[in-house]
């Protein structure tokens, strides 16, 4: 079954850290690119970021950029996204999701996500 | 950036009827690359439309999309019980990568 799983989702103090996980697996995790989209409370959904297959080509929304880090270990199935100086207004859940890549960046597999609260 | 606005808001519709949703986009989307997910409460975004018209693996041929570039369509033929949820549209043509803000089709 193919099928993405997120941790690592919690609650943080504002200017805290917070790292997040996914976990492929039934289809060969390497030859996609991967995203990170969030949806705050009642909200739509926020692209956040994207890394291709062999993590040459990474991307982010200005709303994170230089506070969030993406990465991914193709030889663990596993994608990252390292959150820094986290603001309240980054409380979401957190979703991992495939794409074909290439440039070709529709969303075809999400995982269940996982829910990032900041607050003091 | 491009902005993708989705009308209505809400539409309310009984079972078995047709639901055309809206999609406009400031700028033009580039190769017609805007997608369709639905999402029900609790639950992630489920792939329905890629490349504005070809259907996802597993979709009911009941789901369809048209348009190109700026205006886009996503209808549904006959609503079953299990469509009523929120609808976004993508684009992923340019970066970043942008949503519309949704349409609900909430039962009547």
């Known amino acids: 079954e193919v099928q993405l799983v997120e941790s690592g989702g919690g609650l943080v103090k504002p200017g805290g850290s917070l790292r997040l996980s996914c976990e492929a697996s039934?289809?060969?995790?390497?030859?996609?690119?991967m995203n990170w989209v969030r949806q705050a409370p009642g909200k739509g959904l926020e692209w956040v970021s994207s890394?291709?297959?062999?993590?040459?080509?990474?991307f982010y929304a200005d709303s994170v950029k230089g506070r969030f880090t993406i990465s991914r270990d193709n030889g663990k199935n596993s994608l990252y996204l390292q959150m820094n100086s986290l603001r309240a207004e980054d409380t979401a859940v957190y979703f991992c999701?495939?794409?074909?890549?290439?440039?070709?960046?529709?969303?075809?597999?999400w995982g269940r996500g996982t829910t990032v609260t900041v607050s003091s | 950036e491009i902005v993708l606005t989705q009308s209505p808001g809400t539409l309310s519709l009984s079972p078995g009827e047709r639901a055309t949703l809206s999609c406009r986009a400031s700028?033009?989307?580039?190769?017609?690359?805007l997608a369709w997910y639905q999402q029900k409460p609790g639950q992630a975004p489920r792939l329905l439309i890629y490349?504005?018209?070809s259907r996802a693996t597993g979709i009911p041929d009941r789901f369809s999309g048209s348009g190109s570039g700026t205006d886009f369509t996503l209808t549904i033929s006959r609503l079953e019980p299990e469509d009523f949820a929120v609808y976004y549209c993508?684009?992923?043509?340019?970066?970043?990568?942008?949503f519309g803000q949704g349409t609900k089709v909430e039962i009547k």
């Open positions: 039934g289809f060969t995790y390497s030859i996609f690119s």
């Open positions: 700028q033009s989307v580039s190769s017609n690359y």
């Open positions: 999701a495939r794409a074909p890549g290439s440039g070709i960046d529709y969303m075809d597999v």
């Open positions: 490349g504005a018209s």
């Open positions: 993508q684009q992923y043509g340019s970066s970043p990568r942008t």
């Open positions: 890394v291709s297959s062999g993590s040459h080509y990474i």
